[in-house]
């Protein structure tokens, strides 16, 4: 069975600084899509991020950008120019395969911006 | 606009009640999922529909039911058999293209009183 670990129950970052939260997940299967979800307070899960396995190049959005280790099996999530809109709990997801429908969270990183 | 709504945003249930949440899509996907998150934790999947009259269990399908006789409507009834509803439950729908993705409504709070 797949499972994804998010060893940090709570992280703290200073406005405008850099923070990495991390995830592991388990997995034997080859082709497989990897998530960051970010819920705020209004508990609205928001894409922030994904990379397909296939694919050795980090995907970046904007301040927000992956270290995509396969062979680790490690998938963290690095927060530059901190915002004090970036404070949610955010969720790693593993699913395998392009059409398959079970995707796999871990149980989460709480994420305080301490202006 | 495109999106996922839910409704209501809180409900209350009482013992031994039956209740349902509505999830209405206007995004043209086939997919779409329950999950159900409870405090300090990730999300649980609790159906899912890969299409109009086909829905299969996810982990924690037990007193919970769903049908899906419209493409855009997946509601999830929360029975009586179902002995700890109190949580947040999240709806979801996934992208055909684009790498798959899945996306959320705002979720609906269920407590039980």
């Known amino acids: 069975a797949q499972t994804v670990t998010q060893s940090q129950p709570e992280m703290s970052v200073q406005e405008a600084e850099t923070v990495t939260l991390s995830c592991t997940y388990d997995t034997s299967e080859s082709d497989y899509y990897l998530f960051w979800y970010k819920q705020p307070p209004s508990r609205q899960m928001i894409l922030v991020i994904r990379q397909e396995a296939y694919k050795q190049q980090n995907a970046t959005e904007n301040r927000f950008s992956v270290n995509f280790q396969k062979a680790a099996k490690s998938f963290s999530l690095k927060i530059s120019d901190s915002q004090l809109g970036d404070a949610a709990m955010y969720f790693c997801?593993?699913?395998?395969?392009?059409?398959?429908?079970?995707?796999?969270f871990g149980a989460g990183t709480r994420l305080t911006v301490k202006p | 606009d495109g999106g996922i709504t839910q409704s209501p945003k809180y409900l209350f249930r009482k013992e031994g009640q039956n209740v349902t949440l509505s999830c209405e899509q206007n995004l043209n996907h086939d997919a779409m999922y329950w999950y159900r998150q409870d405090p300090g934790q990730g999300l649980r999947l609790i159906y899912y529909?890969?299409?109009?009259?086909?829905?299969q269990k996810g982990d924690i399908a037990e007193g919970y039911s769903v049908s899906r006789e419209k493409k855009e409507s997946f509601p999830l009834t929360v029975t009586s058999a179902q002995k700890n509803p109190t949580a947040f439950y999240l709806c979801?729908?996934?992208?055909?293209?684009?790498?798959?993705?899945?996306?959320f409504g705002e979720g609906s709070w269920l407590t039980v009183v």
């Open positions: 997801a593993y699913r395998r395969g392009a059409n398959n429908n079970d995707m796999r």
């Open positions: 979801a729908s996934r992208t055909p293209v684009s790498g798959n993705t899945i996306y």
């Open positions: 529909s890969q299409i109009v009259n086909d829905f």
